[in-house]
């Protein structure tokens, strides 16, 4: 088991832990809505490693082990799509937790990877601070524009009504639940596995409030799509083919309107990473990080 350490980063505390020798080439891992760090498996972590990488998975602010903004009530999610109310923060906040992270562990430039909500969170990275990042891996994500990417609109109310739990067992009820919704229909889903991850979060800290001040940051995330055609950088864009909560048509603008980005589709992959395809998720996160590093030494 990865040891888990924290450090001070843009004003909070960051929960993360590593895999791999530090010399290794750094590959830094966001992940999404509501989801701890746990959601990066260790053998998927571990796979990477394999690879040449030095891994590094962290919690996002609001869950797990990094800092939770308990004083601050979460915000009326529906008077934030209409732009009636700010959230607490915002993705560029989140962003900048990113870049106090890398600071404080002393990497210079790193290869991101982000999923869903860590795709919007990579983004933001990539176009504030470009000069830290050798690549970008973006997977079942989208440019923050409300004409791609849509959920179907059935999803629309679990998001915002996701059900409390009160206890380990209900926890992973919930999550095997959701993952029959959103998950791939054409890969296998490992329910145990679920249960342990999701267990393993509630322990860790369960936060509904949390949960909605994240999801206010997405609801208010700006339309990122004319500034990422600026970007100027290795980019992979991974997405289901089958996703239900965030539609392939918006992993295929990102292909669209990032120069030279390469864009992957998973026939009946969803809002997941199944364990099927986790060999072909490493071989072009792999192929990627060798292309860029290889590219920078030319220049």
Known sequence: ???????????????????????????????????????????????LVAQGHF???????????????????????????????KPPYRIKDMAEDVIGLLDA????????????LGGYIAQS???????????????MTSTGSRRVGQAKPHLIGRLLNRQAVHSREQAGDAAVETFRVIGSVGYARDEQRLREIAGRSY????DPAGYRRQLGAIVA?????????????????????????????????????????RFVGFSGMGHDLPQDLWPEFVAHISALVRRADLSAERV
């Open 1 to 47: 088991m990865p040891e888990l350490k924290r450090v001070a980063a843009n004003g909070i505390e960051i929960a993360y832990e590593t895999f791999g020798d530090p010399s290794g080439v750094p590959l830094v891992l966001v992940m999404g809505l509501g989801t701890q760090m746990l959601a990066w498996p260790d053998e998927f972590c571990e796979d």
């Open 55 to 85: 891994v590094v998975r962290f919690d996002n602010r609001d869950v797990g082990g990094s800092t939770h903004f308990d004083d601050v009530p979460p915000p009326n999610i529906a008077r934030v799509a209409l732009r009636r109310e």
């Open 105 to 116: 562990l002393g990497l210079d430039r790193v290869h991101l990877v982000g999923a869903s």
């Open 125 to 139: 990275v990539a176009l504030w601070h470009p000069e830290r990042l050798r690549s970008l891996t973006l997977i």
């Open 203 to 206: 322990d860790r800290a369960y």
């Open 221 to 261: 995330q700006s339309d990122r799509t004319d500034r990422l055609r600026r970007l100027a950088l290795p980019t992979l864009v991974m997405h289901g083919l089958h996703d239900p909560l965030v539609a392939a048509s918006g992993g295929l603008a990102l292909a669209r309107v990032i120069r030279g980005a």
